[in-house]
């Protein structure tokens, strides 16, 4: 009897053994899905996702290896992506064409409605533009002599004022507050200004951070990215490229909350953990909901916060988006709504892993899901930086590092259709502005000339030069032929010598008596790309140095 039952108590034994072991292993399993889903919160400057985030900034060294959690299957994004409706339909005769910008950082409206941008004129955010301790390297060239603030006429994108001479080293952010007031931020200054309505006077009415000098304490900034004003005149600074946090501050300056962490992990989490920024890039407001968002871009998410208190609200992420998020704007139309737009991928390498594709989207607050898509000419950006939007979402302005442009959208439902003379006169401006080669040289101001029409109204250009040649030769030919007829019935003793003779006149025609297969003719149909580069026109020499490309996406991606 004792034998069975000592038997008995050792299976006993070895079934709570085996429970006891794979509740531990459910357990760890658990804890383990946790920590690959949620970052843990790393100080600034006190571990390796710092050193990483400093690496990807100065856009050197080897590859970044950054600890990649597990990430969920998508469904295919180019399918999705073809799925979204455009509603928006850009504006190629927008601005007019003796708007020359360069790289614009930044887009806004002042309190008359008018079109207010922040650009760079001649600068480049470049990976020699700071040092490793985010200092600026270039401080002896002097500040930019040039305008960099432009208002422009919503209709004609006629410029109506200008000014910020000789203030600015490195634009990024702009905002307009609600008593017209201009706050601008500039990370090689690192520090934010707020401006008289249009400037005036030419001094500002505030300036925080210290010039030239980064830091993290309650007087300094580093690289600060973008500010949000309440009515009441409490403001916001997203600061930005090395902090990693949102500081709040009272209508005098005083500082009255500060939030985020830096979690930098060059990944998109699809349920990242509140509170975390790897780098908060843009900011708009929600009035409505009195909350404030912050575009986390490597993490390409929006994340909203209580403005009341800085607390977590809610974070709005598609993955049709992808991975990098630089700027969206809220519009109350249609019960709320983010106009977002994305950037190149920061995959290095011929084969990236993720399919993306550079667009602008619309997002409903109330649904979380995308609405619809825009692009220039319903193609891509390609570095787009900052967006604007009207607040009855009729209209939508892209700021876009390089090319150096400025876009304008409107809705279908009060868009116009561009007349053919309209088409004709931009074709003719355009080329005119394409022929003129760009100045440069050592320390004079250069600007990038705008090039306002699209792909599209180049090829309707194109057409139509080929359409009047063909016209052309064909009247030409028919003449020759009329004479040659004429010349041969009046003297048919020489018909050889005079067939000889047209025969030599036809074959020294423009194109000749030959088929020629062209561009257009091939057998799997029209292609703009036989016809134009992937710019259309020649853009001037701009690297985007503002963190927007890797490669050469590394070059303009990296440095915005």
Known sequence: MKQPLTVLKGCFFCLNFLWIHR???????????????????LPIGSGSNADRLQQMLKGVGAPINWPQPAKPEITD?????????????????????????????????????????????????????????????EKNRGPIRESTVLGLEPDTGKVLYDWGKNMFYMPHGLHIDPEDNVWLTDVALHQVFKFPPRGAGGRPLLTLGTAFHPGNGIKKFCKPTAVAVLNNGDFFVADGYCNARIVKYSKQGEQILVWGENSFSGFSYDVAPPNFFAIPHALTLVPELELLCAADRENGRVQCFHSINGTFHSQYHNPVIGDRLFSMAYTPAAGGELVIVNGPSAEVGAQQQHYNEVHGFVLSMRTRQLVS??????????????????????AIYVAELSPTRIHKFLHKSVAKPMSLSAVKSLSSSNEVAAAAPASSGSGAETAAA????????????????????????ALMMARRRKRGNQAISAAPASDLVYRQLAASNQS??????????????KTEGFKLGGLLDRNGFEKLDQNASDEEHEQQTTSISQYA
């Open 450 to 473: 705008h090039h306002p029409s699209g792909k599209a109204i180049l090829v309707a250009s194109l057409m139509l030069v080929f359409a009047g040649s063909t016209l052309a030769l």
């Open 508 to 521: 020294c025609l423009p194109f000749g008596t030959h088929n020629r297969r062209h561009a257009w003719e």
């Open 77 to 137: 994004v180019k399918t999705e992506l073809a799925k979204l409706n455009t509603t928006y339909v850009y504006q190629n005769e927008w601005p007019a064409n003796n708007v020359r910008l360069g790289a614009v950082t930044a887009v806004s409206f002042d309190k008359a409605g008018n079109v207010v941008i922040f650009h760079r004129v001649n600068r480049i955010w470049s990976q020699r533009t700071f040092n490793n301790e985010n200092v600026y390297q």
């Open 23 to 41: 509740l531990v292993t459910a357990i760890d399993v658990t804890e383990n899905q946790s920590a690959q889903r949620y970052l843990q919160g």
């Open 373 to 394: 898509k825009f692009g220039p000419n319903n193609l891509q950006f390609e570095n787009p930086h900052d967006v604007a939007v009207t607040a009855d979402g009729n």
